[in-house]
């Protein structure tokens, strides 16, 4: 009997990071790894399995500077549960120990610093066999407030970072994956996020990552009006005008993207303890999502003539600032999981 489910790939992950982001600072406390772990590990539908998960290289997770035996416990606690790791978010902001990538000498070291750390965490996984494929992913670690005073002097300065991180990350057989979201300085506008790339000009080693939540706020001018692509009056429940936008955005940024955060969004913003205001996550079947998750994660995983881009190995799902209760319930990651599935049922294929 054929199977229901018959793709492979990409794979799918869950995101360990919500268990943090967004958390402590005299709001919500954290979800330790493990737990995070254990909740993706046993969520099942139709008899498909989460395959991996994505990490934050960040205590009380991960700490940044674990020594190998750390990270033999590690992968050793994430494959007793059948998972994989895939991409690692290496800590490259300023409170934790980090700086901007559009700063001064100082700053940017401690950015390139932390960056090369990651690197190092990464290049272990794989050699460890935990880790068969995912990137490193970074931001430019400034506010878009910061980047306004000096536009064109700031682009030029993070394009200058990510030159210099690209050169890190190929000497340890890494790849770098830019996040485009409305809270980071110089990618917090599709235009300006394009910009950077173009500018860096190393796609081997530099691509970008999609947030499906958080990119969708880029069709909206969010921290950045003159990018606006959709009309201030726009009505997101029209379906075609959204499909325009997102056409638009797509086509700017597909040919950049190498990662693919599958979420959902009301079309407004969110923020929670630390975390600047960004796109907000909804479940999948939140009644007020806009998005139709696996039609609109088709834009970024085919191209315009509908081929397959086969571009990200594997698609993770991003929950950050989700509620502890609702992130503790079984059947939240149920109905993650099942969102995920139908994406890769429909633009997903089969490696034997």
């Known amino acids: 009997m054929t199977h229901p489910h018959p793709n492979t790939f990409p794979k799918l992950h869950n995101a360990a990071w919500p268990g943090v982001v967004g958390k402590g600072d005299g709001g919500?406390?954290?979800?330790?790894?493990?737990?995070?772990?254990?909740?993706t590990a046993a969520a099942e539908v139709d008899g498909v399995k989460f395959d991996g998960v994505d990490l934050f290289l960040f205590a009380p997770h991960v700490d940044i500077d674990s020594s190998s035996d750390d990270l033999k416990r590690l992968a050793e606690k994430v494959q007793s549960r059948d998972l994989a790791i895939g991409l690692v978010v290496a800590p490259v902001w300023a409170p934790t120990g980090g700086g901007s990538a559009m700063g001064g000498a100082e700053e940017r070291r401690r950015f390139l610093t932390q960056l090369r750390k990651g690197c190092r965490i990464a290049g272990e996984l794989r050699k460890l066999g935990v880790r068969p494929h995912g990137i490193v992913r970074i931001d430019s670690a400034g506010d878009p407030g910061a980047w306004a005073?000096?536009?064109?002097?700031?682009?030029?300065?993070?394009?200058?970072?990510?030159r210099e991180a690209c050169l890190i990350a190929a000497d340890h057989g890494e790849r770098l994956a830019a996040e485009g979201e409305i809270c980071w300085g110089g990618m917090h506008s599709w235009k300006e996020m394009v910009k950077v790339l173009e500018r860096v000009g190393r796609p081997e080693t530099l691509g970008f990552q999609a947030d499906m939540a958080h990119t969708m706020l880029y069709l909206l001018g969010y921290n950045a009006p003159d990018s606006r692509i959709l009309p201030d009056d726009v009505d997101l429940s029209d379906k075609n005008a959204l499909d325009a936008g997102l056409r638009q955005l797509t086509a700017a940024l597909r040919p950049w993207t190498v990662d693919l955060h599958i979420a959902q969004n009301d079309g407004t913003v969110k923020g929670a303890g630390s975390h600047d205001k960004t796109g907000r996550h909804c479940l999948p079947n939140d009644p007020n999502g806009k998005l139709d998750i696996p039609r609109h994660a088709g834009f970024w995983l085919r191209e315009a003539d509908g081929a397959l881009t086969k571009a990200c190995k594997s698609i993770c799902w991003d929950g950050c600032m989700f509620p502890n209760e609702v992130m503790m319930k079984?059947?939240?990651?149920n109905s993650i999981l099942a969102a995920m599935i139908a994406v890769r049922d429909a633009h997903g294929w089969r490696e034997e």
């Open 28 to 39: 919500e406390p954290p979800i330790d790894l493990d737990t995070m772990l254990d909740l």
């Open 149 to 162: 005073q000096d536009p064109e002097g700031n682009t030029k300065r993070i394009a200058e970072t990510f």
């Open 330 to 333: 079984p059947e939240t990651w």
